[in-house]
């Protein structure tokens, strides 16, 4: 009947390791000293979760080589004081990750207003003089309160609609030149 290993995070089924190597399962020792021995470093407490039984086994990947002995019929057993002593969360733990790069404050709301509009009459300063327009900021854009902001799109809609009409106006005049 195949075993399976009671150690938490072992996936050991059966009697050979995912390598090809024999794996032997041991049951735990009647002797309570010893018994506790095994219990404490596989990290498990006897209760409701955890009953220890004759099919509660612990398999031969956790011991030190230095814990067993061959027969010379070619089964393993375990020396006496072997206590199971292989276990993943041994192991070197995970890279630290590096720490995160430090964050520029972003620029004030009213200097982004600032650089928009000054991008806005350049480019219409491009087009043609007649369509350069300073975007005056009225008291509804000068907050910097979320319902304030709100009352700030149907102006600029406003003034977007009648740039690009000025800008087709200007592209006709071009044409008939």
Not at 69 to 95: A, C, H, M, Q, T
């Amino acid at each position: 009947m195949p075993s399976f290993c009671c150690v938490p995070n072992c996936n050991q089924k059966g009697y050979t390791s995912s390598l090809g190597e024999k794996v032997s399962f041991f049951n735990f020792p009647k002797a309570p000293l010893i018994r506790k021995q095994w219990i404490h470093p596989i990290r498990r407490e006897e209760g409701k979760a955890f009953v220890i039984t004759e099919r509660t086994k612990v398999c031969s990947l956790h011991f030190r080589s230095e814990d067993l002995r061959k027969s010379i019929n070619g089964r393993i057993y375990i020396k006496e004081g072997g206590v199971p002593s292989k276990f993943d969360w041994l192991g070197p733990s995970p890279k630290k990750r590096k720490a995160p790069i430090e964050r520029q404050p972003l620029p004030a709301k009213k200097q982004l207003l600032a650089e928009d509009n000054s991008r806005r009459s350049d480019q219409s300063a491009s087009v043609n003089s007649e369509a350069q327009e300073t975007v005056e900021m009225s008291a509804c854009e000068s907050s910097t309160s979320f319902e304030d902001d709100t009352c700030k799109t149907p102006d600029l809609e406003r003034q977007i609609a009648e740039q690009s009409t000025k800008i087709g106006e200007l592209e006709e005049k071009l044409k008939q030149a």
